[in-house]
T-cell receptor, first 112, second 113 residues
Framework: GENVEQHPSTLSVQEGDSAVIKCTYS??????FPWYKQELGKRPQLIID?????GEKKDQRIAVTLNKTAKHFSLHITETQPEDSAVYFC???????????FGTGTRLLVSP | NAGVTQTPKFQVLKTGQSMTLQCAQD?????MSWYRQDPGMGLRLIHY???????DQGEVPNGYNVSRSTTEDFPLRLLSAAPSQTSVYFC????????????FGEGSRLTVL
């Protein structure tokens, strides 16, 4: 089955800096890669996703890139703000069973 | 729409007790699932269902049972609670199995003493 590794586990940046979170996956046939944001004490919520036929997708200050050859994908947040502080989870869809496998999460702290 | 509703939000059990976590969604979603969240381990799939009467195991199913008698409800049963089941549990649903947004409930924090 699919295995997803996520780095770093914690990331501290200053407000206005960029933040990058990286994930690798094991199943070369995986075709769907979402990112979820979980604020403290809240539920995870989808912030952006990408499918394997696309190399990059942007939504305002957030972008995701996908390198199918290397089997890794990354979340990029530009002009970070304190409200970006949260735990971010990447995930990959196991094409065999069509289930999402999540990474272990990255705690992002944006300091004013 | 209320979305995905979980109860209870907090629960303390003693080892060996049983309990049921309730999950309901009002979005007419076919796919429902249960995850547990533990520090440093992300979200791990316990059980899932692709429709009423159909359930299957995820990554960590041992010690848990599920059933899906209606489209709306997907309860998770702990048969004999163990300290290793101390965790935060999330129910999630989506329109169908496969690519697409998962909608999570608010979570249920369970402590087993």
């Amino acid at each position: 089955g699919e295995n997803v590794e996520q780095h770093p586990s914690t990331l501290s940046v200053q407000e206005g800096d960029s933040a990058v979170i990286k994930c690798t996956y094991s199943d070369s046939a995986s075709n769907y890669f979402p990112w979820y944001k979980q604020e403290l004490g809240k539920r995870p919520q989808l912030i952006i996703d990408i499918r394997s036929n696309v190399g990059e997708k942007k939504d305002q200050r957030i972008a995701v890139t996908l390198n199918k050859t290397a089997k890794h994908f990354s979340l990029h947040i530009t002009e970070t703000q304190p409200e970006d502080s949260a735990v971010y989870f990447c995930a990959a869809m196991d094409t065999g069973f069509q289930k999402l496998v999540f990474g272990t999460g990255t705690r992002l702290l944006v300091s004013p | 729409n209320a979305g995905v509703t979980q109860t209870p939000k907090f629960q303390v059990l003693k080892t060996g007790q049983s309990m049921t976590l309730q999950c309901a969604q009002d979005m007419n979603h076919e796919y429902m699932s249960w995850y547990r969240q533990d520090p440093g381990m992300g979200l791990r799939l316990i059980h899932y269902s692709v429709g009423a009467g159909i359930t299957d195991q995820g990554e960590v199913p041992n010690g848990y049972n599920v059933s899906r008698s209606t489209t709306e409800d997907f309860p998770l049963r702990l048969l004999s609670a163990a300290p290793s089941q101390t965790s935060v549990y999330f129910c999630a649903s989506s329109y169908s199995m496969g690519p697409g947004e998962l909608f999570f409930g608010e979570g249920s924090r369970l402590t087993v003493l």
